[in-house]
């Protein structure tokens, strides 16, 4: 079982900018394709971005495609979410966990999540 953190969470403006990270401690988080969710209020828990553990070419949803960039340092357990042009739409929490490599379904309990506010 991964154990996973999420932090970087916060209030930005339309437009700006976040860096979210997901540190990972328990099993082996190198060999794992970890990926990036969020839950609006009231809304279902959606798949955001995902990548694998050797790296590769990423994927993500289709409303973050070129502002979002997911990335992973294994060395460090860590994996990222640069967030850019943000928009009031991206509010919501975001949850990084562990995911199927090939539907990128979550595998692994969630973590508390990271709270990200996009006032307009």
């Known amino acids: 079982q991964v154990q996973l953190v999420e932090s970087g969470g916060g209030l930005v403006q339309a437009g700006g900018s976040l860096r979210l990270s997901c540190a990972a401690s328990?099993?082996?988080?190198?060999?794992?394709?970890m990926g990036w969710f969020r839950q609006a209020p009231g809304k279902e828990r959606e798949f955001v971005a995902g990548?694998?553990?050797?790296?590769?070419?990423?994927y993500y949803t289709d409303s973050v495609k070129g502002r979002f960039t997911i990335s992973r340092d294994n060395a460090k357990n860590t994996v990222y979410l640069q967030m850019n042009s943000l928009k009031p739409e991206d509010t919501a929490v975001y949850y990084c966990?562990?995911?199927?490599?090939?539907?990128?379904?979550?595998?692994?309990?969630w973590g508390q999540g990271t709270q990200v506010t996009v006032s307009s």
């Open positions: 328990g099993r082996t988080f190198s060999n794992s394709a």
């Open positions: 966990n562990n995911v199927g490599s090939r539907d990128w379904r979550p595998l692994g309990s």
């Open positions: 990548i694998r553990w050797s790296g590769g070419t990423p």
